[in-house]
Each structure stands twice: as C-alpha cells, then as structure tokens.
C-alpha cells in the first residue's frame, strides 16, 4: 500500500509542473494541456484522500472534476480552432486580436 504522503506528493509535483507550463508557454494548446495536468494532480489527490479515509466523497469529486475538465476541452479547443483560422497562429498574444 502506498503512503498518502507519497500520493500527495506526487500531486504537489505534478500540479508544479502544470503550474510552470501555464505560466511560461505562449502555446495555447500546450497551456489547455498544463491546466488539464493540475486537474489530473488534483484527482490523484482527491483519489489518495479518498482511499486513506474510505470514503466515497474523492470520487464523486473527481467525477465532477472529470466532467468539468471534459467542457473545459470542448470550449478550449473551440477557440483555439477559431483562433487558428482567424490568424493562423495559436499564439497567446494573438487571442487580444479577437477583441472588437
């Protein structure tokens, strides 16, 4: 059996790295892919807490997480195509273009 401090830790380093894609990428795609990373590390959390208690509320939460992140790809992904075709690029500068 694995110790919650590792499953929490692992979490902590995996919504680091999603963190630092986020702030530090000009991709758009690669940003939707950094947020969707500290999604996941917040449902090993949710899972690993989830188990340590025996208790069925951490997966409920990440069947709403999972869901949340499920529209979040759609809309996302929305506008980056919109993007694409407006100004052939997927550039972050290039979405204050959108603007009227």
Do not use: C, Y
Request: charged fraction near 15%.
């Amino acid at each position: 059996m694995i110790p919650l401090e590792h499953v929490i830790g692992l979490s902590a380093i995996l919504f680091g790295i999603g963190v630092v894609g986020a702030l530090t990428r000009r991709n758009l795609i690669v940003i939707l892919m950094s947020i969707e990373l500290m999604l996941n590390a917040a449902n090993v959390a949710f899972i690993g807490f989830a188990r340590n208690w025996a208790q069925m509320d951490g997966q409920v939460f990440v069947m709403m997480v999972i869901t949340v992140a499920a529209a979040e790809v759609a809309v996302g992904l929305g506008i980056v195509i919109s993007l694409f075709r407006n100004r052939d690029s997927v550039n972050v500068e290039d979405v204050s273009l959108l603007k009227w």
